[in-house]
């Protein structure tokens, strides 16, 4: 399914929030959630968005989605700029893009029955207008993402945690989209259910060549599931590259410190491992530190970083990360 | 019973049987488990969610929400003395002073209109009687203890001012505060971010071994106690169906389940699979559990036996390793059988 124009292309994006709540009214500041990022997602691809919380993974999602009206840059995705179209213009569109949610309890209408939920997407599009066809549509649905014709009469808080989820992924297939953002579709999950999980998405990618933007903080499953890897930090992209490259040889200090914290169910390993345990915690994105973002916890920072704002250069081919050092 | 005596045991539990009574049915919640902690020992109790790893800890604290959770029989001998048979009165004294707790969210344990002082210091006040300036010091150097610098100021703060991070450092500082010989953490870095998990991990362990205090770490995740347990204790539905030595269970599970938790997840020290193997199926139905192993519908190595008895824990291989399947012994020529067929 791989063409030579990217499905999605994400120009120089930026979302900023102001905050209230200043002292007398006013602003206390600007928060930059999502501050200058870049990256291309090609057909059929899996691009992995990895970082931890706050560092603007799930903002790009939104903005993506339309969700949130980015500040500036530019959302190409299946040649049009999102950005530039208006409410009307971008329906059809939204149709193309769906999302999975990290929570399936509450990303359910509790009210609606299973069947109803994967129904009521189809209708509002118009892609089924038969309701009996609608029907058929439904269980057929459900059997693609491993539930029973049966579960279409459920409703969420009958289901366990990992029918739910299938539940949020047959609502998001439901519409015949060609990229769908999985924001942390696993994390709430039991671990045993979580492979199960994760087998399905990738069937269902070969089945109907989806393209999916996985935004998770599990570094493993990230590896597992994705073509190509992009780390974010307060708001920025550190490091972009394929799965392999990133795993096999990370060039950013972040991407290294983040690979070493992942726990490995291995006590003998453990042991043995040489940890960087990072210091202090992500600083406020209201007030980003100067130069490079990731100076005050980096363990090989030296004064030109406190100074000079890194640029995403390619350091190998196909390669690219954010540090003067790398 | 399971261990010598003569090792130091602080903590035995034995045969506890927690129940809940619910609209569908009765919840063994936990059921008919006994499992103990040594001196200055880091147990872990690992377990999917519902599989009562946390009705666990809340029923040594006597802590388990009646009417409808009552704990119905059983023992739990802290330091020689059974603690189901204190009064009220008198287990008030253990809870804080010489059992803590830490809990997965800091921030809905955390009082949110009182300062970090004055929660701390509350605890040492009551407690150990202590007078408010001699409280005040001591909560200084807790905070400095648990890595939170500027610990005058940071007193004066309000719980939202304290990240995610910094408020279960302070949780932590509040549980060693009456240098408690047990600390129970029910998934203390399970809403932390990766990078602060590791920082809260290794403090908890240092500071257990400089004070000596003992561990109780409940989590749902395998890879995070790997490092840090001496011990692992592995429950299903209500009951524990692996326990061991970290090395040897992690080496060599002798449980499906266990088996099935190590290989469903991807590992980073592996080459990345094709496929993941998980575990098929659903946790089971507590009000609605079969006859025999609770496991047994998910479980590729079943035989007849399982669904009609439940199987004890048997001791298999080394020291203190014991599992409750009937096929435990059978397990690694099963699996090379597998590994022929494909």
């Known amino acids: ?326 | 019973m399971l261990h010598s005596a003569a090792v130091g045991t602080l903590l035995e539990v034995e045969n506890l049987q927690t129940h809940f009574v619910t609209r569908s049915g009765v919840v063994r919640a936990v059921d008919d488990v006994s499992w103990d902690v040594d001196e200055g020992e880091t147990v872990a109790l690992v377990g999917e969610s519902g599989c009562g790893k946390s009705v666990s800890a809340l029923s040594i604290m006597r802590l388990v929400a009646g009417p409808a959770g009552r704990i119905v029989s059983g023992r739990i001998v802290f330091k020689g003395r059974d603690l189901l048979r204190l009064s009220e009165e008198a287990m008030r004294r253990v809870r804080g002073r010489e059992i803590a707790m830490i809990f997965q969210e800091p921030m809905t344990s955390l009082n949110p209109v009182l300062t970090i002082g004055r929660q701390l210091t509350e605890g040492l006040e009551i407690h150990l009687g202590m007078a408010p300036v001699e409280a005040r010091r001591r909560s200084v150097e807790l905070l400095g203890m648990v890595g939170i610098s500027d610990p005058e100021r940071r007193l004066r703060q309000y719980p939202h001012q304290f990240s995610g991070g910094m408020r279960q450092r302070m949780m932590i500082a509040m549980s060693l505060a009456c240098n408690p010989s047990l600390i129970l953490a029910d998934e203390p870095t399970t809403a932390l971010d990766v990078t602060i998990q590791a920082q809260i991990l290794e403090l908890m362990r240092d500071l257990s071994r400089r004070f000596g205090v003992a561990m109780l770490i409940i989590t749902h995740n395998l890879g995070v106690v790997a490092r840090y347990a001496d011990r692992v204790n592995v429950m299903y539905a209500g009951r524990i169906i692996e326990r061991g030595t970290a090395r040897e269970l992690y080496a060599e599970p002798r449980h499906p389940y266990t088996l099935g938790l190590l290989r469903s997840v991807p590992r980073l020290d592996e080459p990345r699979r094709a496929r993941l193997d998980p575990i098929e199926g659903q946790p089971p139905d507590l009000t609605r559990l079969g006859a025999g192993c609770a496991f047994a519908p998910r479980c590729t190595f079943r035989v007849e036996r399982c669904v009609v008895e439940i199987p004890p824990l048997r001791p298999v291989g080394g020291r203190d390793h014991v599992s409750a399947c009937w096929e435990a012994d059978n397990l690694d020529r099963a699996l090379a059988r597998s590994a022929a067929a494909t």
């Open chain 1, 1 to 326: 399914m791989t063409d030579d124009a990217p499905l999605l292309e994400v120009r120089n994006l930026v979302k900023h929030f102001h905050v209230g709540g200043g002292l007398f009214g006013g602003s206390a500041g600007v928060v930059r959630a999502v501050d200058g990022v870049s990256f291309a997602i090609r057909r059929g691809e899996t691009l992995g968005l990895v970082g931890e919380s706050g560092c603007g993974k799930t903002t790009t999602g939104r903005c993506i989605l339309q969700l949130e009206r980015p500040t500036s840059g530019q959302i190409v995705f299946e040649g049009r700029d999102l950005t530039r179209l208006g409410e009307d213009e971008l329906r059809p569109v939204r149709r193309k893009m769906q999302v999975i949610f990290q929570d399936p309890y509450s990303s359910l209408n509790p009210r609606m029955t299973v069947g109803q939920i994967i129904a009521e997407p189809i209708a509002v599009h118009g892609i089924v207008a038969d309701r009996a066809q609608r029907a058929r549509r439904v269980r057929e649905i459900l059997s693609h993402v491993g539930l029973l014709p049966q579960h279409a009469h459920r409703y969420p808080h009958q289901l366990s945690g990992g029918q739910r989820q299938r539940v949020g992924i047959a609502r998001a297939l439901a519409v015949e989209p060609s990229l769908i953002i999985c924001d942390e579709p696993v994390s709430a999950l039991d671990v045993s259910i979580q492979a199960q999980i994760i087998n399905l998405l990738e069937d269902l990618q070969a089945q109907f060549g989806l393209t999916y933007l996985f935004i998770a903080h599990d570094l493993s499953v990230v590896r597992h599931i994705s073509d190509r890897v992009a780390v974010m930090y307060l708001g920025k992209i550190v490091e972009i590259t394929d799965r392999k490259s990133l795993y096999d040889a990370p060039l950013h200090p972040y991407t290294k410190a983040l690979l070493s914290a992942v726990p490995i169910p291995d006590p003998a390993l453990e042991a043995q491992r040489e940890r960087v345990v990072l210091g202090g915690e992500v600083p406020s994105p209201l007030n980003p530190p100067p130069g490079c973002v990731f100076h005050p916890r980096c363990p090989v920072a030296i004064e030109r970083c406190r100074a000079e704002v890194p640029e995403l250069r390619e350091i190998r081919p196909g390669h690219r990360a954010a540090c003067i050092l790398a």
